[in-house]
């Protein structure tokens, strides 16, 4: 049976932002690599085509932190240069923004791989059968991994928040 | 049933049901045991909390691009991936055949011996004459291998004659020899066709078209019908192409026109496009479906110049500088040469920054518009091919 990619672009485009949003921490460019990991799935005729998709915006992520690294300064330059035209939001609005995400960023670092991963799927909408097959656990094991993920995000995140609210 | 485990709670919070938590038996043992229940609510709220941080971090509105801008970029990724791969193909093609010529090649010198042609012929100057060759220059070609056949029989078939005559023809072939025995042509003279079988799977009717002006001779026809019918092939080529995307590229002794334009690099000024447009006293010309990361206005040489940075799938960026071209300097246009002859002129003629950069400049109207990325060349003219307003 032939994927319906118009309609799975419909209903998953936005989950899949989200979901590269927390591994490239940069809304332009997660929106970029949605787009190219929907490019490039339209050669394909997967069985589960969220699951799949989810793997390969992971991968893309991946590649995207290596090129990162390599990409070269005149290009940081150029983005800089474009990110100053555009309207400056409210200073203070925009600093606590940047610090809610710097907070959440770290709390999920501190999270193994594995439960970072099953929890950023869980949050970009895939159910257990999906995650299990992105992940390659066991189905039963993803409420336990999920628990688990949960409690390491709201105990990173409340020592990371107390300690903000100490330096002020 | 015994208590439920957390993996258990969390999966009917997040209402998986079937392999993952039987719901019903849950709901019993919750009715009946106080314990869990708590923990229910615990964990609740602990699956809350953490949705609303991760909520809490969001990428913020998300626009979807249309659908059908997705299908037109992936219909061009397949053409340019398909180009590669029988790019790629090709070139282990004729590194094999290579192989295969040089091998043969050796183990024959073993056997046939490595004595020039001038110096056998002069050793036995009998066998000259009835063969009418008289001692050659090496390399010489004698007339009677000009002169048409006339179906007698050769008059020194014998196997000395025969080897020596053989080995007294020119060892290398001219494109037009090429063509007539058979069937190999060189990598250059593929390049249309590849093109061609990779525009084919996407545009069947375009591609029959290119291939049609593009084919190369019937390998029967003789070798100066074939080499005239190469040429014809390559300006209906270069003519179609040109008629196709209104390209031309710069050649001869443009290398210094990118080159000023690129060192003017720390002149740009951050503008809009709309000041951009002002700046150049016309439309600044970009590659539809890239996003544009910044323009730029500068001068180079005292001409108004914009610099439009795009930004490739793979993330890195595309420079495109434009300028307002006068009569002479379009005039110094060379004529259509294919992405293949670009490539290489690019390579040969223009210093880059690193191995991978290609540059090209092409003319569109009254503008000239140089392109600058880290990818190969012929891809850097097919997107300069698709610039439009």
Request: hydrophobic residues 40%.
């Amino acid at each position: 049976m032939s994927v319906d990619w118009a309609e799975v672009y419909r209903t998953t485009f936005e989950d899949l932002v989200r979901f590269l949003h927390r591994k490239v921490w940069d809304a332009d460019r997660a929106q970029d690599l949605a787009q190219e990991t929907f490019v490039r799935a339209l050669d394909h005729e997967p069985d589960n085509p969220r699951a799949w998709l989810f793997t390969v915006a992971g991968n893309l992520a991946r590649d995207e932190a290596r090129a990162a690294i390599r990409r070269r300064e005149h290009l940081t330059l150029i983005k800089s240069e474009a990110a100053t035209r555009e309207p400056a939001p409210d200073p203070a609005e925009e600093l606590e923004h940047k610090q809610r995400m710097q907070r959440v960023r770290r709390a999920l670092d501190r999270l193994s791989e594995k439960d970072r991963d099953v929890l950023l799927l869980w949050d970009a909408g895939l159910d257990y059968a999906e995650i299990a097959a992105e992940t390659g656990l066991a189905q039963g094991a993803i409420g336990t991994t999920l628990a688990r993920a949960r409690r390491r995000l709201v105990e990173a995140h409340g020592e990371l928040e107390d300690r903000d609210v100490a330096h002020r | 049933m015994s208590h439920i485990d957390e993996g258990q709670l969390h999966a009917y919070l997040d209402d998986e049901s079937g392999a993952v938590t039987d719901r019903e038996a849950v709901e019993r043992h919750l009715e009946t045991c106080a314990g869990c229940r708590e923990r229910l609510q615990t964990e609740r709220k602990l699956r809350e909390r953490a949705a609303a941080i991760l909520s809490g971090s969001g990428p913020g509105a998300v626009s979807a691009p249309p659908f059908d801008d997705i299908v037109a970029r992936s219909r061009a990724a397949r053409v340019r991936s398909r180009y590669l791969r029988l790019n790629r193909l090709t070139a282990l093609g004729w590194a094999a055949v290579i192989f295969l010529a040089v091998g043969v090649g050796w183990i024959a010198r073993g056997t046939v011996g490595v004595d020039s042609p001038t110096q056998e012929i002069a050793a036995v100057p009998g066998d000259s004459a009835p063969l009418g060759f008289g001692v050659l220059a090496q390399g010489e070609v004698p007339e009677e291998r000009a002169a048409p056949a006339t179906g007698e029989a050769e008059p020194a078939a014998s196997g000395r004659g025969a080897a020596r005559r053989e080995r007294s023809q020119p060892t290398v072939m001219t494109k037009s020899e090429t063509q007539a025995e058979g069937h190999a042509a060189t990598p250059e003279q593929n390049e249309p066709q590849l093109l061609a079988e990779a525009e084919r799977e996407e545009r069947p009717e375009e591609a029959d078209r290119l291939a049609a002006v593009a084919a190369p001779a019937a390998p029967a026809a003789a070798p100066e019908r074939q080499a005239e019918a190469f040429a014809d092939a390559d300006e209906a080529r270069n003519r179609a192409v040109a008629d196709d995307a209104r390209l031309s590229v710069v050649g001869g002794v443009r290398a210094d026109a990118p080159q000023d334009v690129l060192e003017a690099l720390d002149t740009w000024r951050v503008a809009g496009s709309d000041s951009a447009e002002q700046h150049i006293g016309g439309p600044v010309l970009t590659v539809p479906e890239l996003p544009v990361l910044a323009y730029q206005v500068g001068e180079v040489g005292g001409t108004p110049t914009v610099r439009v940075v795009q930004q490739l799938p793979s993330g890195e960026p595309l420079e495109l500088i434009q300028r307002r071209a006068d009569a002479e300097q379009i005039g110094a246009v060379s004529g259509v040469v294919s992405a293949m002859e670009q490539a290489r002129y690019k390579r040969d003629s223009v210093d880059v920054e690193g191995p991978a950069e290609a540059v090209a400049t092409v003319a569109r109207g009254a503008y000239l518009i140089t392109g600058r990325a880290a990818i190969p060349a012929d891809s850097l003219v097919a997107l300069l091919k698709s610039i439009s307003q």
